[in-house]
C-alpha cells in the first residue's frame, strides 16, 4: 500500500505542476490587469507598482519567480488587499470554506444513503419513484437558482433563518449555504445508491447470505449496503471538489467569508496572485481528496489489488 500511495503522489506532483503552469498563463495573457482602474494612474506610480509587483519583468521570468515562492510556502501579496498576504487571507477564509463542504458533504452522505436504500428495497413504488424524481430534480437545479430561492422563503418571507451573512459561524446562518451546497449531492449520492443496492440485493452473495436465515436488517446493513457503497465512495473524490468549486458561488451570493468571496472579487479585479492561490489549493485538495478515496476503495473491496 505504501508503493501505492508514494506512485500516486508522483503522479499528482506533476499534475499540480501542469494546472499551476496553464492558469498562471491564461490569467497573464487575459485582457487587463491589476492595476487597469476606470481612472489611469499617473506613469510615474504605475511604473513603481509594476515594479514592486515584478510585472515590468519578462513573463517567464515572473513564472520562475512565482514557482520559487510557492516551492517556499509563499502565495504572494494581494493586489488589491494591500495589507494582506494571499496566505492571510485564506487562513481566515479557508476554515470557513472546510466547514461548509465537509457539513454539506457529511449532510449528502447520510440523507442520499438513507433515501437511496429506502428507494432500492422498495423498488418501482411510488416511494421509489418519488425518490428517483426528487433526485432528478435536484440534479437539475443549479445552486445559483437554490440559493436566492431558499433566502427568499426562509429568510425573507417566513424569517426562519438569517437570508444571509456568517454572524461569526453562528448555526442557524449555516444552515441555508449548507443545504443549498448539499441538495445536489443528496440527488447523486441517492441515485448511486439506488441503482447499486439494487444490483447488490440480487446479488448471489446476498441470496446466499439470505439462505443463511439472517435478518433483513442484517442483510441490508451489513452485505447489501457495503456492495453498494462503493459507487458512492468513488464519487466523494469529485463531490468533494465540486462542494469547494460550489461554495464559490454559494458563499458570493450568501455573504459568506469563505475562499470563495475572494476568488470572485481577486477574478474581477485581475489580483492575479489570490486567483493563483485559490486555484493551487483547490487543485491540492482535489488531488489529496482522490488519494483518500482510492485508499478507502481499497480497504472496503479486497479485489482491488494495488501491490
Do not use: C
Request: proline share 6%.
Amino acid at each position: 500500500m505504501l508503493s501505492y500511495v508514494l506512485r500516486r503522489l508522483a503522479t499528482a506532483i506533476p499534475t499540480l505542476f501542469v494546472i499551476i503552469t496553464m492558469s498562471f498563463f491564461l490569467m497573464r495573457v487575459a485582457p487587463g490587469g491589476p492595476f487597469n482602474l476606470e481612472r489611469p494612474l499617473e506613469a510615474k506610480v504605475m511604473e513603481n507598482l509594476n515594479r514592486i509587483y515584478h510585472l515590468n519583468e519578462p513573463l517567464w521570468r515572473q513564472y520562475l519567480l512565482y514557482l520559487n515562492n510557492l516551492l517556499h510556502g509563499d502565495l504572494g501579496p494581494s493586489f488589491v488587499y494591500r495589507d494582506f498576504s494571499v496566505g492571510d487571507l485564506f487562513a481566515a477564509g479557508l476554515p470557513v470554506s472546510i466547514q461548509l463542504g465537509a457539513s454539506a458533504l457529511t449532510l449528502a452522505l447520510i440523507i442520499g444513503t438513507v433515501l437511496g436504500s429506502i428507494a432500492a428495497l422498495k423498488q418501482n413504488s411510488t416511494i421509489d419513484y418519488l425518490v428517483v424524481g426528487v433526485a432528478t430534480f435536484g440534479i437539475t437545479i443549479p445552486p445559483f437558482v437554490v440559493a436566492p430561492v431558499l433566502s427568499l422563503i426562509f429568510g425573507v418571507s417566513l424569517g426562519w433563518l438569517p437570508a444571509g451573512g456568517w454572524g461569526n459561524g453562528a448555526f442557524p446562518n449555516k444552515i441555508l449555504p449548507i443545504v443549498t451546497l448539499a441538495l445536489p449531492q443528496i440527488a447523486i449520492v441517492a441515485r448511486l445508491i439506488r441503482g447499486a443496492m439494487i444490483e447488490a440485493l440480487r446479488s448471489d452473495h446476498v441470496r446466499t447470505v439470505r439462505a443463511y436465515g439472517l435478518p433483513t436488517r442484517v442483510v441490508v446493513m451489513v452485505h447489501a449496503l457495503r456492495a453498494a457503497i462503493l459507487p458512492v465512495v468513488s464519487y466523494l473524490g469529485p463531490a468533494a471538489a465540486a462542494l469547494l468549486t460550489g461554495s464559490i458561488v454559494v458563499e458570493t451570493i450568501f455573504g459568506i467569508p469563505g475562499i470563495g468571496r475572494y476568488f470572485v472579487q481577486a477574478a474581477l479585479n485581475r489580483d492575479y496572485t489570490l486567483v493563483m492561490g485559490t486555484v493551487v489549493v483547490v487543485s491540492i485538495f482535489v488531488v489529496v481528496f482522490n488519494m483518500i478515496v482510492d485508499l478507502v476503495y481499497a480497504w472496503l473491496d479486497p479485489r482491488v489489488r494495488y501491490d
